[in-house]
Nanobody, 126 residues
Framework: QVQLVESGGGLVQAGGSLRLSCAASGRTFSSYAMGWFRQAPGKERKFVAT????????YYADSVKGRFTISRDSAKNTVYLQMNSLKPEDTAVYYCARRAQGMGVATSIGSEYNYWGQGTQVTVSS
């Protein structure tokens, strides 16, 4: 059974930083791309960042480019989202997602992801 467990969310002041973590179960972590998405209250879920299976390719939404960094640690089966210079508009539930085994290409398309975590709340106060 595939499990994705996010952690690291919380309340932070504008300009602050948080690091989200997403631990994946299983032994094939290096075979699939991972992504982060977010959903603000009353809005659609949106793409934030993605990383290829090797970690060599990353893409970001324009709204977070230069402030957020996605990375992965194969030894820990974990993907991270380092979020700096946070803004109130970054407030949302953040979800990590993984593609199917063998699908290593990074993508911003939510429907390309097969598994999703439960989400972690990030609240940025002004």
């Amino acid at each position: 059974q595939v499990q994705l467990v996010e952690s690291g969310g919380g309340l932070v002041q504008a300009g602050g930083s948080l690091r989200l973590s997403c631990a994946a179960s299983g032994r094939t972590f290096s075979s699939y791309a991972m992504g982060w998405f977010r959903q603000a209250p009353g809005k659609e879920r949106k793409f934030v960042a993605t990383i290829s299976s090797t970690g060599g390719t990353t893409y970001y939404a324009d709204s977070v480019k230069g402030r957020f960094t996605i990375s992965r640690d194969s030894a820990k089966n974990t993907v991270y989202l380092q979020m700096n210079s946070l803004k109130p508009e970054d407030t949302a539930v953040y979800y990590c997602a993984r593609r199917a085994q063998g699908m290593g290409v990074a993508t911003s398309i939510g429907s390309e992801y097969n598994y999703w975590g439960q989400g972690t709340q990030v609240t940025v106060s002004s």
